[in-house]
C-alpha cells in the first residue's frame, strides 16, 4: 500500500516536472534535484512517535498496547488526521494514512498537513472502561506533541465522538489553562463537536459520485460526447439510466453513503447490496436502507445475519457471505470498510464500472492498474472521503470562535470546497489520459511542492 502511494506521488511529479508552468523559476540540473528533493521530502514522515500503552485489565493483569501518531508533512498547517482503533493497525499503515491525510488536505485546499495515529487493539473486546482508559492514556503519552496549533486528532475506524470526548478533556486537564476545543475534531455536538461532523463522510463521498455522474456530466455532455477518452466513456455509459449500488461497511461511512443513495432524487438508483464484518445482504429489487439503520442502531451496530433477525428489520433480502458484495450484479460499487478489499485475487471478479473509495486505500495497486486499463473509473479516497476532514476544519474554527453552525450551514459549506475541487480536478480528469487518482495526486504535489519551495525547503 505505502508502495503505491509513493509510486504515484513519483509519477505525478515527473508529470510536473515537464509541465513549463510548475515552478518556472527551477530550470535545468536545479529542477532535476528539486524533483529528488521533493520525492524524498514527500515520501517520508517527519516524524513518527510509538509508545507501548500501560493498560490495567478489568480481570486485574497489566498489558501494553503498541500506539502510534505519525507526522507525515505540516507544510500547509497543523498535522490533522484520525485515530484508529484496530487490531490491525501497524507502523507501516500509520504512515501511509498520514500521507494520504497531507494529500486529503492539500487536494481539497483544507489548511492542515497530514497525521494519523492507531492503537493496536480490538475495541470490540474491551470494556468501555478499558477504552476509556487507553484513550486517556493515549492521550497522556503523546500529551506534548498534539495541541489545537500542532496535530488535531480526530475518529477513524473503530473511535467515535465518545473517545475524541475523553481525549479532548484529558487533554484539558493535563494543559490547564490553554485553548482545547481545537486539540481534538469529531467530538459530540454538547462537547463543541460540530453538527454534521458525524454525517459529513459518507454524506461527501455520495456527494462527489453524485456530483460527477449528474452535476458535471449533464452540463459538460456535449463536451464529453466529442473526446474519445475511455473513463469519459464509462460515465456517459451510466448516466440517465437506472444504477445498481452495492456498498461494503455498514459503519459511520458506509450507512450514510448508502441511505444517500437510496434518498437521491437526481440518479435513479436502487442499494441492491451492503455488508459488514458478517455478511452481505442482498435484494435485486433495491434494500430497504432506513430500516437496516434503525435495525443496526440497536444490534451494535451489526446487519441482521439470520432469516429471524432479516423478518425482525422488516427488510427483505438474501444472506450471502460477506465477500459477495463485491462481486454482485452492480453498476456502482462504494467501499466504506477497510483498506486492501480489492486485489489481485478477487479484481476479475468485480462488476462494477464505477468504484468509489469511502475508506483509505481500499483498492491494491494492482487492482488500480487493471481496473484503469478497463476504463473503470475509480473515485479515490483522497477526493472521495475528505467530508470528515472537512467538517472537522470547520468544527476546529467553530472551537476557535466559540460561535456555531446550523446543520444546513456546515452542509453547504462543505459541499461548496468539495465541489470546488471537482470543478478542477474533473476537467483534467476527462480531458487527458491519467486515471483519476493520479489527477488528484498531480494537483495535491503541485500545491504540497510549490509551498515547500516558497518556505526554502529545497535548499
Ligand atoms: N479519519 C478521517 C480521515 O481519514 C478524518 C480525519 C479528520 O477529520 O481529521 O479522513
Known sequence: MQGQTRAIVEQSLQALMKDPLFIPDLQDNIREQAFTSLAAILSTPNKIHKSFLRMPLENGQVVRIPAYRVHHNDALGPYKGGIRFHESVNEEEVINLAFLMTLKNSLHDVPFGGGKGGIVLNPRERT?????????????????????????????????????????????????????????????????????????????????????????????????????????????????????????????????????????????????????????????????????????????????????????????????????????????????????????????KVPARIIVEGANAPVTAEADAFFNNKGVIIIPDILANAGGVIVSYLEWLQGRETQFLSEEEVFSMLFNKMKQTLDTILPKFFGDPHPLRQNCYIHSVMKLSTVLYRQGKLY
Open 128 to 348: 468501555d472502561k478499558e477504552l476509556n482508559v487507553i484513550s486517556k492514556k493515549y492521550v497522556q503519552y503523546f500529551a506534548d506533541v498534539l495541541g489545537p496549533d500542532k496535530d488535531i486528532p480526530a475518529p477513524d475506524v473503530g473511535s467515535g465522538e465518545r473517545e475524541m470526548d475523553w481525549m479532548m478533556a484529558e487533554y484539558k486537564s493535563i494543559k490547564p489553562g490553554k485553548p482545547y476545543r481545537g486539540s481534538f475534531t469529531g467530538k459530540s455536538v454538547i462537547n463543541g463537536g460540530s453538527l454534521g461532523r458525524r454525517e459529513a463522510t459518507g454524506k461527501g463521498v455520495y456527494y462527489t459520485f453524485r456530483y460527477m455522474l449528474h452535476d458535471f456530466l449533464l452540463k459538460q455532455e456535449d463536451w464529453l460526447n466529442k473526446t474519445d477518452n475511455p473513463f469519459a466513456k464509462t460515465a456517459l455509459s451510466l448516466a440517465k439510466r437506472p444504477l445498481r449500488i452495492s456498498v461494503q461497511g455498514f459503519g459511520n461511512v458506509g450507512s450514510v453513503t448508502a441511505l444517500e443513495a437510496y434518498q437521491c432524487q437526481e440518479l435513479h438508483n436502487k442499494v441492491v447490496a451492503v455488508s459488514d464484518r458478517n455478511c452481505t445482504l442482498y435484494n435485486p429489487d433495491g434494500l430497504d436502507i432506513p430500516a437496516l439503520i434503525s435495525y443496526t442502531a440497536v444490534h451494535q451496530g451489526d446487519l441482521p445475519t439470520t432469516a429471524e433477525q432479516l423478518k425482525k428489520s422488516g427488510v427483505k433480502a438474501e444472506i450471502l457471505n460477506r465477500e459477495e458484495v463485491l462481486t454482485i450484479e452492480a453498476d456502482v460499487l462504494m467501499l466504506a470498510a477497510l483498506e486492501d478489499q480489492v486485489h489481485k485475487g478477487n479484481m476479475a
